[in-house]
């Protein structure tokens, strides 16, 4: 499959445990926050967002973690599955006269049997 | 409802060739952006239309042009490809007033 990022961080885990991917953000202004998943060879695919005026959020067996304080933002996977292993992108939303999104990088997940 | 779709899948070019990458999308949205995506770097915005008959430069636009054909149409085009544009280019679309964006399969280019 299609090679996101060859010099990405990586963190490896073990089926059923949990998994957190970090992220940093860059603009203090940012007033919103979101979580993609992108599968090799595959576009991204939203997973859970969230809002400055918030500082956390769930989902299913997902949580997004906001800290204003130090721009970081942190997306928790429960009970991790080999379908969660994937390249996992933050965005921010630099708020100006357009709905810009701003991303990271990238996390690469691998799940371990 | 196939969402966002984007062709070609795949595409190789010599230097100086021209082509246009199509993205349609069946969500009714509003807003439409093309990123690309290279190894070790986060999707860059090429260009982005607010609305049916609005262009804008994103953060990398050289190079490129756009056209929004319709309300559901976004194309991108490469004029004269270079090899540096040798990348994933993925479309996005999302309403007006809302952030999140949604995204097609991509389309790998190859320049030699």
């Known amino acids: 499959g299609e090679s996101v990022g060859l010099h990405l961080p990586t963190l490896s885990v073990q089926e059923g445990d949990n998994s957190i991917i970090n992220c940093a953000y860059s603009?203090?202004?940012?007033?919103?926050f979101i979580w993609y998943k992108q599968e090799s060879g595959k576009g991204p695919q939203f997973i859970i967002d969230?809002?400055?005026?918030?500082d956390k959020r769930q989902g299913q067996r997902v949580t997004v973690l906001l800290n204003k304080t130090v721009k970081h933002l942190s997306l928790q996977i429960a009970a991790t599955q080999p379908g969660d292993s994937a390249v996992y992108f933050c965005?921010?939303?630099?708020?100006?006269?357009?709905?810009?999104?701003?991303f990271g990088s990238g996390t690469r997940l691998l799940v371990r049997p | 409802n196939a969402g966002v779709t984007q062709t070609p899948k795949f595409q190789v070019l010599k230097t100086g060739q021209s082509m246009t990458l199509q993205c349609a999308q069946d969500m009714n949205h509003n807003s439409m952006y093309w990123y690309r995506q290279d190894p070790g770097m986060g999707l860059r915005l090429i260009y982005y239309?607010?609305?049916?008959?609005?262009?804008d430069k994103g953060e990398v636009p050289n190079g490129y042009n756009v056209s929004r054909l319709n309300k559901r149409e976004f194309s991108l085009r490469l004029e004269s490809a270079a090899p540096s544009q040798t990348s994933v280019y993925f479309c996005?679309?999302?309403?007006?007033?809302?952030?999140?964006?949604?995204f097609g399969p991509g389309t790998r280019l190859l320049v030699l």
């Open positions: 969230i809002r400055s005026n918030m």
């Open positions: 603009n203090s202004a940012s007033d919103y």
């Open positions: 239309s607010a609305s049916e008959g609005t262009t």
């Open positions: 965005a921010e939303n630099w708020k100006d006269s357009s709905y810009k999104l701003i």
């Open positions: 996005a679309t999302n309403r007006n007033g809302e952030e999140t964006q949604y």
